[in-house]
T-cell receptor, first 110, second 115 residues
Framework: ELKVEQNPLFLSMQEGKNYTIYCNYS?????LYWYRQDPGKSLESLFV?????AVKQEGRLMASLDTKARLSTLHITAAVHDLSATYFC??????????FGAGTTVTVRA | NAGVMQNPRHLVRRRGQEARLRCSPM?????VYWYRQLPEEGLKFMVY????????ESGMPKERFSAEFPKEGPSILRIQQVVRGDSAAYFC?????????????FGPGTRLLVL
């Protein structure tokens, strides 16, 4: 069974500083997703990473994938309040099944 | 293009009642997935359906739970004789193809509370 571990589970960020969320997974996979979830809302797709060394950036968020280490990182640059949310990584197995990490709840404080 | 629609958004049931959750995929999407999210946990895969076919129900409890995706109409996740442990958020996702590179697009979820 594919296991996905995220850390930290809770992250209190100070505005303007940089932080990283880590996602480790247990078996080989060819795709990794990052999603954002606001309280009581659905999941919003942030990034899809499909190959070793893939790096994608959108605004203050940057995601990377190292398939050999089975590790993805989500880097947040100069945190701002509207980045407060829960961030999930999800790893694909076979054609369709996604296995999710437990999520990282981010709170950005002034 | 409307996104994935789910209804109801909130559902309250008493123990022993039935819960029916509906999901309409995005237009042009013929693959539907159901996930369950327990409080403060990640989503867990339940079932994958195409029109009129259950492809993979390995994540669904063997008893009381069933899912369908008829030729016409929404996909339905049905929970019979609900128990308190069924309280969770149930998310539906859809994709256009069974393709490893396709993102699954999620609906707003149905939050089920069993009293």
């Amino acid at each position: 069974e594919l296991k996905v571990e995220q850390n930290p589970l809770f992250l209190s960020m100070q505005e303007g500083k940089n932080y990283t969320i880590y996602c480790n997974y247990s078996t080989t996979s060819d795709r990794l997703y990052w999603y954002r979830q606001d309280p009581g809302k659905s999941l919003e797709s942030l990034f899809v990473l499909l190959s070793n060394g893939a790096v994608k950036q959108e605004g203050r968020l940057m995601a990377s994938l190292d398939t050999k280490a089975r590790l993805s990182t989500l880097h947040i640059t100069a945190a701002v309040h509207d980045l407060s949310a829960t961030y999930f990584c999800a790893v694909g197995s076979n054609d369709y099944k996604l296995s999710f990490g437990a999520g990282t709840t981010v709170t950005v404080r002034a | 293009n409307a996104g994935v629609m789910q209804n109801p958004r909130h559902l309250v049931r008493r123990r022993g009642q039935e819960a029916r959750l509906r999901c309409s995929p995005m237009k042009g999407h013929s693959h539907v997935y159901w996930y369950r999210q327990l409080p403060e946990e990640g989503l867990k895969f339940m079932v994958y359906l195409q029109k009129e076919n259950i492809i993979d129900e390995s994540g669904m409890p063997k008893e009381r739970f069933s899912a369908e995706f008829p030729k016409e109409g929404p996909s339905i996740l049905r929970i019979q004789q609900v128990v308190r442990g069924d309280s969770a958020a149930y998310f539906c996702a859809s994709s256009p193809l069974r393709d490893t590179q396709e993102t699954q697009y999620f609906g707003p979820g149905t939050r089920l509370l069993v009293l």
